[in-house]
């Protein structure tokens, strides 16, 4: 009988690679995994054979613009004062007098023109020589804000049982807004005016921006010139006198340029 060659492939369940497939495979995958290693290593050598350089050739600089305006919002604090030998008696003087004020100035009150609000309101006690609680002492007081200052120095000359106590002059915020948009295009004119001028000085055709900041001061509230430091010091529903001044607004534009 003769003897036949029998196939290497007879008898492997279908779907299964040979011993040689299987090797050919493997080491596809190794080499792909020592070049990927070997990119990565000298990728990072190359990251520290070339440190971080600083950009070169930009200028630091800032610009103000500023505008004087006169100020257009009046605030003014009434106070009272009140003595008793208890809390309870103190705190009632006092809430009879706001009341009482407070019913007044609403009379003439009107939104943005003249608003009426409470303001700080306090009740402490006294001591006498022996430590001990001789009586107590309070103080309440009423804010007049607005716009309208003859309304504003008409009302307080009217409001019974209290004295003048603060006054301060300010911008209001439609006001501001304007004078600050005038003062922004003042600084950034400015500053771009000095980052030519720099350019050209140092040799440079031009700039570009790096980066900018705006910022604005807030002038606050200015005490007044007052004519009258009380307001019960004239006489009786007499407007208080007093007279404003002006606030300065100023906008600062500082940043970086790229000279080119």
């Not at 520290?48 to 200028?59: E, H, I, K, R, Y």
């Not at 706001?98 to 009740?123: C, H, I, W, Y």
């Not at 005038?182 to 050209?200: N, P, T």
Request: charged residues 20%.
């Amino acid at each position: 009988m003769g003897v036949g060659l029998v196939s290497t492939t007879a008898g492997r369940p279908a779907g299964t690679m040979s011993f040689h497939t299987q090797r050919e495979k493997f080491l596809r995958a190794t080499q792909l995994i020592a070049a990927c290693a070997l990119a990565a290593a000298t990728s990072g050598l190359w990251a520290q054979s070339t440190p971080w350089t600083p950009p070169q050739n930009v200028l630091q600089l800032s610009a103000s613009g500023t505008v004087d305006v006169q100020q257009d919002l009046l605030v003014m604090s009434l106070n009272t004062v009140r003595e008793g030998p208890d809390a309870t008696t103190v705190q009632n003087q006092l809430k009879v007098v706001l009341d009482t004020a407070l019913a007044e100035a609403r009379k003439t009150a009107a939104p943005g023109q003249m608003d009426v609000r409470t303001g700080n309101f306090s009740l402490y006690p006294r001591h006498g020589r022996d430590g001990k609680i001789s009586g107590w002492q309070g103080s309440a007081e009423l804010v007049l804000e607005g716009r309208d200052f003859a309304r504003i120095t008409a009302a307080a000359g009217k409001i019974p049982g209290m004295t003048l106590g603060n006054v301060g002059f300010g911008l209001s915020r439609e006001r501001r807004a304007l004078v600050e948009a005038d003062a922004q295009k003042q600084a950034i004119d400015r500053f771009k005016a000095k980052a030519g001028e720099l350019a050209a000085g140092f040799g440079f055709t031009g700039y570009t921006l790096r980066e900018v900041s705006v910022n604005a001061n807030d002038p606050g509230f200015a005490r007044p010139r007052m004519l009258a430091m009380e307001a019960k010091a004239a006489a009786a529903d007499m407007p208080v006198p007093v007279e404003a001044g002006k606030s300065t607004v100023m906008v600062t534009v500082s940043g970086s340029v790229q000279l080119k």
